[in-house]
């Protein structure tokens, strides 16, 4: 496929954002995944153990939306949990895998498969919610080197939770989407800002 315009403009503002999240930490070494949409059948996406911190455009390259790809390169390992949330649906723009310290302690610290998020101010950060009266439940999958079970795993839990703006793997990191990479990153930022709240009571009380 030829790089278009479209493909290097896109591919800068993922370098840009990969730099942001790697002064925070959040993909350390060559952690974490970067995508956006293309057109309505593919994507671009980081290629494979890269640095996140330090992309150039020839680090990117398209796939279609079952992850395989149509350009030259090897795509993320992780390439096809992207591409499932691109196909299932349309107004998802960006997502952005990380690997921050507390969502990797605290998925680690949770023994059930959910976290409630419950009573926060910044709740009204996530689309749709207007109050902090009411509670987000972000799910929390097994970690699996078996990508293509992991992304049936969440294509069936989406059946019954088609508004989730998140998910956790267990001691790895998080899955993060917005209609665009500015929504996604706020998203991003906001689910990171309430793990560490979560993480920082359960420290005080001991949960
Ligand atoms: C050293 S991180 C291990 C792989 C991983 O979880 C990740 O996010 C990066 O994988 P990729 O193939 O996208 O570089
Ligand atoms: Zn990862």
Not at 50 to 67: E, I, S
Not at 109 to 136: C, M, P, W
Not at 141 to 156: C, G, P, R, Y
Request: hydrophobic share 40%.
């Amino acid at each position: 496929m030829k790089q278009t315009k479209q493909f290097f403009d896109l591919a800068i503002a993922l370098a840009a954002i990969g730099e942001d999240l790697h002064r925070r930490g959040w993909v350390p070494a060559t952690s974490g995944n970067f995508s956006q949409r293309l057109d309505e059948h593919s994507a671009i996406v980081t290629a494979s153990g890269r640095h996140k911190g330090r992309l150039a455009p020839t680090d990117f390259l398209a796939v279609d939306l079952n992850g395989q790809p149509l350009s030259d390169g090897k795509p993320s390992a992780e390439t096809l949990l992207h591409t499932q949330l691109y196909a299932r649906f349309a107004d998802i723009g960006a997502v952005l895998h990380c690997h921050s310290p507390s969502v990797t302690v605290l998925s680690r610290q949770i023994s059930g498969n959910t976290l409630r998020l419950e009573g926060y101010e910044l709740l009204k950060a996530f689309n749709g919610i207007d109050t902090h009266d009411t509670f987000v439940d972000i799910p929390i999958f097994e970690n699996t080197q078996d990508i293509a079970a992991l992304a049936d795993e969440v294509d069936t839990y989406f059946n019954s939770h088609p508004n989730t703006p998140a998910y956790l793997i267990r001691g790895h990191g998080v899955y993060c989407w917005g209609e665009d990479l500015d929504s996604c990153m706020r998203n991003l930022e906001a689910l990171d800002f309430l793990l560490q709240c979560d993480l920082q009571e359960r420290m005080l009380t001991r949960k």
